[in-house]
């Protein structure tokens, strides 16, 4: 129940900032629709498999990583979306210690999700999720290296998505 509350709160989130969201300051258009899939599908997986029950673990990684993509929407704003977009550069919040905290707590919550497979099936599945957020993160960045700022950010804010390690 709690993984499907988060889940729920995090998608009533997404579709409001997504209403409101301010329009790009570019028009060039990145289509990344396939690397998006993990995280799109995560709702459908945990909305459309309602027996899944979590170990405590699982349910921990999974509401920390809810947590964090909550609190990067949050601070996205205006300029949220799902596909990669040059409307505004966000430094606040979770922004400032990475630039990529959303796909951070993404993975976390795959990592809740494929907790309770098997060791070498949770691993292919990470490691596909890995893949699929490095390549989002770059067609993101390209995109947003049109902003004047944002080498400037790159620059202060040096790691994508741990901190020390990328």
């Known amino acids: 129940m709690p993984v499907t509350l988060g889940v729920v709160t995090l998608h009533v989130v997404m579709a ?3 209403l409101f969201r301010l329009p790009e300051r570019s028009p060039a258009r990145v289509v990344m629709w396939l690397p998006a ?3 799109l599908a995560l709702g459908a997986i945990v909305g459309g498999w309602p ?3 979590f ?3 699982a349910t921990a990684l999974f509401a920390l990583g809810a947590l964090g993509t ?3 929407m949050l601070a996205l704003g205006r300029s949220f979306a799902v596909l990669p977009g040059a ?3 966000v430094a606040r919040g979770p922004y400032r210690i990475v630039r990529h ?3 951070a707590s993404e993975a976390l919550m795959f990592a809740g999700l494929v907790l309770h497979l098997p060791a070498l099936v949770a691993a292919g599945l990470m490691a596909l999720v890995v893949l699929a957020l490095a390549w989002r993160i770059a067609a993101e960045e390209r995109v947003l290296a049109m902003l004047p700022e944002h080498a400037e950010y790159v620059a202060r804010v040096r790691h994508r998505l741990v901190p020390l390690v990328w």
Do not use: D, H
């Open 16 to 18: 409001g900032l997504l």
């Open 70 to 72: 909550l609190l990067s």
């Open 101 to 103: 905290p959303m796909y």
């Open 55 to 57: 170990a405590p673990v």
């Open 87 to 89: 409307r505004q550069l």
């Open 51 to 53: 027996e899944l029950t």
């Open 37 to 39: 899939l993990p995280s």
